[in-house]
């Protein structure tokens, strides 16, 4: 597609529910990154993936945490027994060619997030 | 571990006027790269502009221009002419150019701009 695509725009969740969370990205692009951005923050890193290979998720905040991308396009960020805490928004971005050459061309390309709400 | 620091939390400027984001950073590497990405409310990261640490030219793209000072970890961001659309969330961002383990963007925590009619 022409952008990264993220889905839902909006999802409400009751504590203690689990939720998963999509990502489009750029047709072809090898890098893709999911950041967390709590209210009045700057986004956090949470996990990078090079084609389907996850090379970093040192920025998982818990076991509840979980993200795959099993055929080198579409990821998923699952986050299970969701908390209070847990509500941000959640940022895709995805890069043409694998860290860190891509950033000599122009940096990551972002959606524009999934906004969640633990209730 | 790197920090990015934006020590100004909102910024106000007249329409057509120049405007200055500040940003300073700490790290142990010598290569790098940094980052002025701009966050209207759509949440959409767009680049604005980025710098090479290697490279001594400050980065410019049209009414954008940074002020990259490599020994005092500064790196602040120029808006000339400043438009309406500028409105937005601002932000500083650190990357490591070493690659390996180490491949997120590490974000300052934010500047909001806002244009003055």
């Known amino acids: 597609g022409a952008g990264v695509s993220q889905s839902p725009r909006y999802k409400v969740a009751k504590r203690g529910q689990d939720v998963a969370l999509r990502c489009d990205p750029i047709?072809?692009?090898?890098?893709l990154f999911w950041y967390q951005q709590a209210l009045g923050q700057g986004p956090e890193f949470l996990t990078y993936?090079?084609?389907?290979?996850?090379?970093?998720k040192s920025g998982l905040p818990s076991d509840r945490f979980f993200a795959e991308r099993p055929e080198g396009s579409v990821s998923t960020l699952k986050i299970q027994r969701t908390q209070q805490e847990d509500s941000a928004v959640y940022l895709c971005?995805?890069?043409?060619?694998?860290?860190?050459?891509?950033?000599?061309?122009?940096?990551?390309?972002f959606g524009s997030g999934t906004r969640l709400t633990v209730v | 571990a790197q920090t990015v620091t934006q020590s100004q939390p909102e910024m106000s400027v007249q329409e057509a006027e120049t405007v200055t984001l500040s940003c300073t950073y700490d790290?142990?590497?010598?290569?790098?790269?940094l980052f002025w990405y701009k966050q209207p409310p759509s949440r959409q990261m767009i680049l604005v502009i980025r710098?090479?640490?290697?490279?001594?030219q400050n980065a410019t793209e049209n009414r954008f221009s940074v002020n990259f000072q490599k020994a005092a970890k500064s790196f602040s961001l120029k808006i000339s002419d400043s438009q309406l659309g500028d409105a937005a969330m601002y932000f500083c961002?650190?990357?490591?150019?070493?690659?390996?383990?180490?491949?997120?963007?590490?974000f300052g925590k934010g500047t909001h701009l806002i244009i003055q009619p």
């Open positions: 971005a995805s890069s043409r060619t694998s860290a860190p050459s891509g950033f000599r061309q122009g940096g990551y390309t």
């Open positions: 047709s072809g692009h090898v890098s």
């Open positions: 993936f090079q084609n389907e290979a996850q090379l970093d």
């Open positions: 790290t142990s590497e010598s290569d790098y790269y």
């Open positions: 710098q090479e640490a290697y490279k001594q």
């Open positions: 961002a650190y990357r490591t150019q070493s690659g390996g383990g180490a491949d997120g963007l590490t």
